[in-house]
């Protein structure tokens, strides 16, 4: 069965700092592009990030490039975000996605290109 299962999410001061893990299940991570996104009370999803296959090549958006980074483990079948410098606009449910036909520098990261998705983890950045 494919699945998608985001963790690692919780309460933390400005400035610190989370990993999430998005564990895949019923496929390989290293043969999709993986993305993450997230989605804030009364905003609409913004991508964050995303993962290629086997280049690796990754793309952010500009709101956490040089804060964010994303890596992937294939022996553990899980994709992790290392998010630094946390600022409370950070807050939103995260979710982690299977799809995307391509992840590079400047190519948008397109939600509806996305097919299988994550139940999200909540981040919340408050002092």
């Known amino acids: 069965q494919l699945q998608l299962a985001e963790s690692g999410g919780g309460l933390v001061q400005p400035g610190g700092s989370l990993r999430l893990s998005c564990a895949a299940s019923g496929f390989a991570v290293g043969r999709y592009v993986i993305g993450w996104f997230r989605q804030a009370p009364g905003k609409e999803r913004e991508a964050v990030s995303c993962?290629?296959?086997?280049?690796?090549?990754?793309n952010f958006a500009d709101s956490v490039k040089g804060r964010f980074s994303v890596s992937r483990d294939d022996a553990e079948n899980t994709v992790y975000l290392q998010m630094n410098m946390l600022m409370p606009e950070d807050t939103a449910v995260y979710y982690c996605?299977?799809?995307?036909?391509?992840?590079?520098?400047?190519?948008?990261?397109?939600?509806?290109?996305?097919?299988?998705w994550g139940q999200g983890t909540q981040v919340t950045v408050s002092s």
């Open positions: 996605a299977r799809g995307g036909t391509y992840c590079g520098a400047s190519v948008p990261i397109r939600a509806d290109q996305y097919r299988y």
């Open positions: 993962i290629g296959t086997s280049d690796g090549r990754t």
